[in-house]
């Protein structure tokens, strides 16, 4: 049974070493290789056979004592899984470079015996949830490390108020959440998956009218949130000769606005009235909850799309149900829901006009890898009393 699938398993603590295993392997066979060669140009056949050998243990035994002592000074760290739903394989070594790791559900069998030597909590989609009970468990602890920039599951001023550090990872998350957003856009605009679905069927003869798109070249986008995120996608929108509208909480500099060609609407009515296309890429607060509703929905052009990549708490759901039903707004392509993933009977699974992606906005490799990156490094400093790159403060005490 290899490391991995002991993981997956839930049944070992891991504690792997940088560099992989293939590479060690290779160099330990060229360094025995080299010893092999020079013992037999000094020694009958049969002797530098018995010398190899001894040579071979003792190399072993230094290998692992040296594992040993690597294991003993990493600090610990609670994670959720490598699995279908938690971590990707490479995670295991990213972390592992620096973290002694032990799964949640390890974890969960005797948190008194593991408590206590836990630094750092890993959080991957939510999981494993920080709850007070959770942290009440593990009086060791000097940060959780959250995978993505939303923190809104994570009560900051609480876990702070304990003095732990809580960071995140802005920035190496900005280009793929950017990208997933026009993807939305485009495939909703150009209804690419009812022409996927048509051009499968062994029925189609003709393509259908109903698969006539709306144009993106030329028409106006409107980003509520104009954060790291909502930047790239006006760079990307400006790519598409879109007139570009922007409502946040700040305004731009000029020189950030005329390199995008970006317009502020201070008032976000102006802009839910005039865009095609309206993308929500704001933070989940007090404030931005339910931000679009009823009324926003009622503002809003019937031949508009909805694209939103926040979170599904930032729409008022039965709002964007009836808006769609009743066709005051043309669609909606999401890639975040109320919960998520929806009920399998909720009403927007059932709507021919909505898309919706299950959270998937930073789900590629190399993404997904800057991420658990960027958490370690967050980790590593608070572990080490050093300042910590992402570290998020409870609003209000930056
Ligand atoms: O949802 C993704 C993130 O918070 O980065």
Redesign the pocket.
């Known amino acids: 049974m290899d490391m991995f699938n002991c993981l997956r398993r839930g049944q070992f603590h891991i504690s792997p070493e940088p560099g992989g295993k293939r590479m060690r392997k290779t160099k330990a066979r060229m360094r025995s290789l080299h010893h092999v060669q020079s013992l037999r140009k000094l020694s009958a056949p049969a002797q530098a056979f018995r010398l190899t050998a001894v040579a071979h243990l003792h190399r072993s035994a230094q290998l692992l004592q040296h594992r040993k002592e690597m294991a003993a000074e990493k600090p610990w760290a609670l994670i959720s899984e490598v699995s279908e739903n938690g971590y990707i394989e490479e995670a295991v070594d990213i972390m592992g470079a620096n973290f002694n790791l032990i799964c949640h559900k390890d974890f969960l069998l005797n948190p008194q015996l593991h408590g206590p030597k836990i630094q750092s909590v890993f959080v991957w989609n939510n999981d494993p949830p920080v709850q007070h009970s959770l942290l009440s468990s593990l009086p060791s602890l000097k940060v959780v490390a959250n995978g993505?920039?939303?923190i809104d599951h994570l009560d900051v001023p609480y876990i702070t108020s304990l003095g732990v550090k809580v960071c995140n990872t802005p920035d190496v998350?900005n280009n793929a959440?950017a990208d997933m957003a026009m993807g939305l856009l485009l495939a909703s605009a150009r209804k690419i998956v009812e022409c996927h679905q048509v051009s499968i069927d062994p029925k189609t003869t003709h393509i259908p009218l109903c698969l006539m798109g709306v144009e993106v070249t030329g028409s106006t986008i409107g980003i509520i949130g104009m954060g790291r995120i909502g930047y790239k996608i006006a760079q990307r929108a400006k790519g598409f000769d879109m007139k570009i509208l922007y409502h946040n909480r700040h305004r731009r500099s000029v020189e950030e606005e005329q390199s995008v060609g970006a317009c502020y609407c201070q008032n976000m009515d102006d802009l839910l009235k005039e865009s095609d296309f309206v993308v929500l890429v704001v933070n989940l607060t007090a404030e931005t909850k339910g931000l679009i509703s009823h009324r926003e929905f009622s503002l809003m052009k019937p031949t508009a799309t909805l694209v939103n990549v926040s979170r599904g708490l930032v729409v008022d759901q039965d709002a964007l149900v009836k808006a769609l039903h009743s066709e005051s707004i043309r669609a909606a392509a999401l890639d975040v829901t109320y919960p998520e993933p929806l009920p399998r009977d909720h009403p927007l699974l059932h709507l021919p006009n909505v898309l919706i992606t299950p959270?998937v906005?930073?789900n590629t490799y190399t993404t997904t890898k800057k991420m658990i990156q960027q958490m370690v490094d967050n980790a590593v400093a608070a572990v080490k009393g050093l300042p910590v790159p992402n570290e998020v403060r409870p609003e209000g005490k930056n």
Do not use: L
């Open positions: 993505g920039v939303g998350v959440t959270h906005g930073t």
